[in-house]
């Protein structure tokens, strides 16, 4: 069974620092484009962040400068640093792995940042 966990989520201050993971079971996702994605409360899901296989990253202009987003193939993992976190990055982030055979999505995980 394939299973995406996302963990790391939680409650911080506007300014703070939070470390999003995204572990994968069941299928290796090393020649997998992996994303994150989030989706505040009343809103649609929006991209955030985007690795390849080969490590090319993009980023939302929401978050360029205070999100990083890296993998580690070895471990079937994928992360999200979140620095200077604002109460607009209030959301669920889901991480997803897709390549031309299949596209696969973790349950989410809340981030909620206070003012």
């Known amino acids: 069974q394939v299973q995406l966990v996302e963990s790391g989520g939680g409650l911080v201050q506007a300014g703070g620092s939070l470390r999003l993971s995204c572990a994968a079971s069941?299928?290796?996702?090393?020649?997998?484009?992996m994303n994150w994605y989030r989706q505040g409360p009343g809103e649609q899901r929006d991209l955030v962040a985007t690795?390849?296989?080969?490590?090319?990253?993009q980023l939302a202009d929401s978050v360029k400068g205070r999100f990083t987003i890296s993998r580690d193939n070895a471990k079937n993992m994928m992360f999200l640093q979140m620095n200077n976190l604002k109460p607009e990055d209030t959301a669920v982030y889901y991480c997803?792995?897709?390549?031309?055979?299949?596209?696969?999505w973790g349950q989410g995980t809340q981030v909620t940042v206070s003012s």
């Open positions: 997803r792995a897709y390549n031309n055979y299949h596209t696969y």
């Open positions: 069941g299928v290796r996702l090393s020649g997998d484009t």
């Open positions: 690795i390849t296989s080969g490590g090319f990253t």
